[in-house]
């Protein structure tokens, strides 16, 4: 057991599993600049209790049913303490202290694969030369029904990681498949699919805002993730494998977070 402290930078939005309910995949960087992911994490007991770009120490233990070194499992759901918040004051220079100066920023994707393959990261922060689309696809829209009837036999024993008897829910699973399609600097194009909870919490929302017509929440949602990020801030993306295909995928990397800090503009005196 060892105490870590991380300043969260992501978190996922939740699949579902048979063995462990509804998890997410947070993951977030130490004092020194080094990744770290802590997963699986209960979604019902922990999701809302830290926020991202917040610190907090954690009881963990390295995963030994994952082989990426930057994996680590909470001891309990309850070994965690909540510390101060980082803000975005003076164009969010603590927070692209650590993400640009104490960590490392990749743009060439080659490097990145084969750093994964050679067992050295599994988790990275990467800048696209180039956005070239938001490719939104439809998918299933209801979870796996042998998954939920598992989560409900689970919740009627009372597991750990499940819901009360009284209660059973689980979080709406998202009828579309969202993904960047974007350039590194060698002009190499790749699709990498967005898991990150922001991304499925804004078409909810849009979706609601527009009384459930989900072409316009998907032109919403472009409108943020193309005309915005893209185009207007200095995005940068943070990309994790997924434990299935890491070290072997010709391309084992998703978009697990996505970094948009606003521009700065150098000014030279003379």
């Not at 209790?49 to 917040?54: A, H, I, L, P, R």
């Not at 990261?121 to 696809?137: C, G, M, N, Q, Y």
């Not at 805002?209 to 949602?221: C, F, S, T, W, Y």
């Amino acid at each position: 057991m060892k105490k870590e402290r991380v300043l969260i930078t992501v978190k996922t939005y939740p699949t579902i599993s048979k063995a462990y309910s509804e998890l997410v995949c947070t993951a977030g960087i130490r004092e020194d600049g080094s990744w770290i992911r802590i997963y699986p994490v209960p979604f019902r007991k922990l999701f809302d209790k830290y926020d991202k770009f917040q610190w907090v120490e954690l009881d963990v233990v390295e995963n030994k049913s994952d082989k990426r070194h930057e994996s680590h499992r909470l001891l309990s759901p309850d070994a965690i303490t909540l510390h101060e918040k980082m803000g975005t004051e003076n164009n969010w220079q603590e927070r692209k202290s650590y993400v640009f100066e104490k960590g490392s920023v990749y743009e060439n994707l080659d490097e990145l694969i084969q750093l994964n393959k050679s067992g050295t990261l599994s988790l990275a922060t990467f800048k696209p030369t180039k956005i070239l689309d938001l490719v939104v696809e439809e998918v299933d829209r209801e979870w796996d029904k042998g998954k939920i009837e598992a989560l409900k036999q689970q919740a009627k024993q009372g597991d750990l990681f499940s819901d009360t008897p009284e209660y059973f829910s689980v979080v709406n699973k998202l009828p579309y498949k969202f993904s960047y399609r974007l350039l590194d600097d060698k002009g190499k194009e790749s699709t990498m699919m967005i898991e990150d909870w922001e991304i499925g919490m804004l078409f909810w929302n849009c979706l609601k805002r527009h009384h459930g017509d989900e072409k316009k929440a998907i032109l919403d949602v472009r409108k943020k993730y193309i005309d915005d990020f893209a185009n207007t801030k200095d995005l940068h993306l943070f990309l994790g494998t997924t434990l299935q295909y890491d070290g072997w995928a010709q391309n084992p990397f998703i978009i697990i977070g996505v970094f948009a800090p606003p521009i700065t503009l150098q000014t030279e005196l003379f």
